[in-house]
């Protein structure tokens, strides 16, 4: 598989990830040995291998699975721990568009929670309130914003103010509006669109400063099996 290149110079190299693909090796997959986006990376790029550790190597963040869209990776070491500070100091915009179940009462809004691992269900995220949540649960804020209203969906444009595991799957699902597609955080009764095989989320911007001091943005246009999803049901 030959993954495509957005954007790279000498610290990064910034890729458009393909549906249906782990990122890195970690828990199933590193059991499973399926390849992952770093080995393909490593077969384009060979001296991707002496970056970071395995294995992870150089990857700068990750998205789920089935999530598609901008993903950053470092060139070097350093550029590596450059990048990595950006995110965790929360330099960095990361925007995403996602089709959810409904409709949408508001036109916006933020969603402000604890995040920690579901306890009857290992594979998944919860929403707690300051109240109910355990220990290890982390703050988690979510911006929305509706892009377009149809029938039985509704079409958000996103933005995370921080990187939990699973957030916007979480907590869209939490707002009683799962992701279109996703089985993981859908309801028992949840309508998926016809043609629609994976979670319709989509990381579409990503916004950093870079090693040599230029911020720069990048975009990744909808795939087009999502965007046949939206002309289908705007019938």
Aim: hydrophobic share 35%; with cysteine.
């Amino acid at each position: 598989m030959e993954i495509k290149i957005i954007y790279q110079d000498k610290d990064v190299l910034v890729v458009d990830k393909p549906t249906g693909l782990v990122v890195f090796p970690e828990g199933e997959s590193l059991k499973s040995g399926e390849k992952t986006l770093i080995d393909y990376l490593i077969e384009q790029k060979p001296e991707l291998a002496d970056i970071g550790s395995p294995p992870r190597y150089g990857i700068v963040h990750r998205l789920d699975k089935d999530t598609s869209g901008v993903l950053l990776v470092a060139k070097s070491t350093e550029a590596l721990i450059f990048l990595q500070n950006r995110f965790k100091n929360r330099e960095v915009e990361k925007q995403y568009v996602c089709l959810v179940e409904g409709n949408m009462e508001n036109d916006s809004g933020i969603i402000e929670t604890l995040i920690a691992r579901a306890k009857g269900d290992p594979r998944k995220q919860k929403a707690y309130s300051a109240i109910n949540a355990p220990k290890s649960a982390r703050e988690a804020v979510t911006e929305y914003k509706v892009l377009e209203r149809y029938k039985d969906y509704t079409l958000l444009e996103v933005k995370i103010k921080t990187g939990r595991r699973h957030q916007i799957r979480c907590h869209l699902s939490y707002l009683q509006h799962p992701i279109a597609g996703d089985k993981l955080y859908a309801f028992k009764n949840s309508k998926i669109p016809e043609g629609l095989t994976r979670q319709f989320l989509h990381a579409q911007k990503l916004k950093i400063q870079l090693p040599g001091g230029e911020t720069k943005e990048f975009l990744s246009e909808l795939p087009e099996e999502l965007q046949k999803i939206l002309n289908n049901i705007a019938r």
